[in-house]
């Protein structure tokens, strides 16, 4: 879908799920999207020590490292404790975030949310999409459309 619409991306991985399915990780970055790191089980960092949030995001980095990945960082539900986030930083990591949530969390119809992102939607916006949700794939499929209406160019994140 992605490739139809001429988009790039980011996508912002755990390691386990990259080793499980490193097959799916090595197509990512040979479509020429870009692989980035989501730690390494997806657990809440500021429940964790920091000894223990700061191994997530390294054991991750090890494991895309390999696949040529960066050091994009994007922290498990948004929230990053103010020691890791600098201890990250210091280590040459760049901590992401984004600007806009495509709402594919929410029970609205899929032609709803889509609608509401691409009037959202802004030049230089960092769109969420998950993939653990049911209706992603049809939200993004609506999006690209209708932001491509908009003349949006679609880029993974440098």
């Known amino acids: 879908m ?94 992401v975030f984004w600007s806009q949530d495509c709402g594919d969390w929410r029970p609205q119809p899929e032609e709803e949310l889509a609608a509401q992102l691409v009037q959202r939607v802004r030049g230089g916006d960092i769109v969420l999409f998950h993939d653990d949700q049911p209706n992603s794939i049809r939200i993004l499929e609506l999006f690209l459309a209708g932001a491509g209406n908009k003349r949006f160019r679609f880029a993974p994140l440098p």
């Open 2 to 95: 992605l490739a139809a619409q001429g988009a790039k991306a980011t996508f912002f991985v755990c390691g386990q799920q990259v080793e499980r399915h490193p097959q799916i990780a090595a197509r990512i970055r040979h479509e020429g999207h870009a692989l980035a790191n989501h730690t390494f089980t997806h657990p809440a960092l500021t429940e964790l020590p920091h000894s223990a949030a700061l191994e997530e995001v390294e054991r991750c980095q090890r494991t895309i490292a390999k696949l040529g990945a960066g050091r994009l960082f994007r922290p498990t539900h948004g929230l990053i404790g103010l020691h890791l986030f600098l201890t990250l930083v210091r280590r040459g990591y760049r901590v």
